[in-house]
């Protein structure tokens, strides 16, 4: 969590800036300067570096809603050659089929893998872009 020092008018100044602030009295100087108050600054502590390093995050994330979406990108990446399908996939990872399929589903509208349709059965193989996200988080 970061300090920072906050007027009654909303103005923020960095924590780093309190000595100076302390030395005029806690007043606000960009109160003083421009309208003539002297509103006292208050020490406040803030999360904004926690909320910035959580949007960072979310923005550079996968967005997996669990562990079997990573484990599905992983083996695809492994068979990255070939179309798989889900009872394939389901058998190396140990679930049934139909949750491959679902979750397959979802990273298919990510975009992290294609789906391509044969003899009526869905067959799956992971893009290059879910190569890429995938090799950034290993």
Known sequence: MSQELECMEGHRFPFEQYSMIEAFGMICPICSRENHKMIPCELKVTNNNVIELIQDYVKHSLNLS???????????????DEYNRASVIAEELDCTYQLIAKRAMKLVERELVVVSKRDTRNYYQ?????????????
């Open 66 to 80: 669990d562990e079997l979406e990573f484990e599905i990108l992983n083996y695809l990446s492994l068979n990255k």
């Open 126 to 138: 992971i893009t290059e872009y879910g190569l890429n996200e995938l090799e950034k988080r290993r």
